[in-house]
T-cell receptor
Framework: DAGITQSPRHKVTETGTPVTLRCHQT?????MYWYRQDPGHGLRLIHY???????DKGEVSDGYSVSRSKTEDFLLTLESATSSQTSVYFC??????????????????FGPGTRLTVL | GDSVTQMEGPVTLSEEAFLTINCTYT??????LFWYVQYPGEGLQLLLK?????DKGSNKGFEATYRKETTSFHLEKGSVQVSDSAVYFC????????????FGGGTRLMVKP
């Protein structure tokens, strides 16, 4: 199993409070991702990172920010949590093979998830 | 943009039955295709993948063939077990620089003894 941990695993918070979720990897992979999983929607990408201090938005980035100050950690922050952000959050990592025209997609490996409830 | 459509569940089968979970996709270019499985209370695990047309991915008795002409990647298993009960996700990557995946909505499989 890829070395990916998420913390906390469960959290209950109140509307309007800030929340930070942490993803930690021991694989030294370049790419890290945050997804949310909701019934009927599969997984939707929130933000991703392609290196230290390099991040970009995904499909559902509104209300979320991220930071990556070192290779192994990727933080997801909800500045002011809302009930619509109640979800299960998954972190994933991957590494590219090759570069330029020879670059190819590599598999994403997922963490165990964080269940967040916003009351 | 890219999209993945898979059959809605739940799919309920008896042990040793044949399984098919349909998956079709829309993408530009030549995406890589994946099936992930999620067991209760766990994260997603890669089940199999295929990176070019006519490739067959296989693992643990599951198979899927990348069909470019029908833009499909249907998951099959000849004889399911109770332990196969899980949620199955079809996904694609259009080989973009960020390795980003687009997921289908997931199909829950329930296998009864």
């Amino acid at each position: 199993d890829a070395g990916i941990t998420q913390s906390p695993r469960h959290k209950v918070t109140e509307t309007g409070t800030p929340v930070t979720l942490r993803c930690h990897q021991t694989e030294n992979h370049r790419y890290m991702y945050w997804y949310r999983q909701d019934p009927g929607h599969g997984l939707r990408l929130i933000h991703y990172s392609y290196g230290v201090k390099d991040t970009d938005k995904g499909e559902v980035s509104d209300g979320y920010s991220v930071s990556r100050s070192k290779t192994e950690d990727f933080l997801l922050t909800l500045e002011s949590a809302t009930s619509s952000q109640t979800s299960v959050y998954f972190c994933a990592i991957s590494e590219s093979k090759g570069s330029g025209l020879a670059a190819s997609t590599d598999t994403q490996y997922f963490g165990p998830g964080t269940r967040l409830t916003v009351l | 943009g890219d999209s993945v459509t898979q059959m809605e569940g739940p799919v309920t089968l008896s042990e040793e039955a044949f399984l098919t979970i349909n998956c079709t996709y829309t993408a530009t270019g030549y995406p890589s295709l994946f099936w992930y499985v999620q067991y209760p209370g766990e994260g997603l695990q890669l089940l199999l993948k295929a990176t070019k047309a006519d490739d067959k991915g296989s693992n643990k008795g599951f198979e899927a063939t990348y069909r470019k002409e029908t833009t499909s990647f249907h998951l099959e298993k000849g004889s399911v077990q109770v332990s196969d009960s899980a949620v199955y996700f079809c996904a694609l990557s259009d080989n973009n620089a960020g390795n980003m995946l687009t997921f289908g909505g997931g199909t829950r499989l329930m296998v009864k003894p």
